[in-house]
């Protein structure tokens, strides 16, 4: 387990926009994929986004389509998470994640690697 590392939450008001970063350890590992999922308080895991390492594929889950936008950098080791129009409902901690798979951030939120997380409240 590599520990990622994000920055970027804060509280925001309903439609507000936030911007999330993760930060993996350089010439440790190269992830083929990295991205978000997030978890509410008494709420499962979900995914968010993710991207893979040429930056050419996202994937997004339903409710992020639309309003979130995630990107990675040319070195292949940042992740942002760029999001608009933000609800009550998108209140929850955020989990910066990597993994070879893709599927296993944004479906399954079992990825290999993740860290501490950052808390975004709407209200």
């Known amino acids: 387990h590599v520990q990622l590392v994000e920055s970027g939450g804060g509280s925001v008001q309903p439609g507000g926009s936030l911007r999330l970063s993760c930060t993996a350890p350089?010439?440790?590992?190269?992830?083929?994929?990295m991205g978000w999922f997030r978890q509410a308080p008494g709420e499962e895991r979900e995914g968010v986004a993710a991207v893979d390492a040429a930056g050419d594929s996202q994937y997004y889950t339903n409710f992020a389509k639309g309003r979130f936008a995630i990107s990675r950098d040319k070195a292949k080791y940042t992740v942002h998470l760029v999001m608009n129009t933000l609800k009550p409902e998108d209140t929850g901690m955020y989990y910066c994640?990597?993994?070879?798979?893709?599927?296993?951030?944004?479906?399954?939120?079992?990825?290999?690697?993740w860290g501490q997380g950052t808390q975004v409240t709407v209200s």
């Open positions: 994640a990597a993994d070879q798979r893709c599927a296993a951030i944004v479906q399954t939120t079992t990825p290999r690697h």
């Open positions: 350089p010439n440790i590992f190269s992830p083929n994929c």
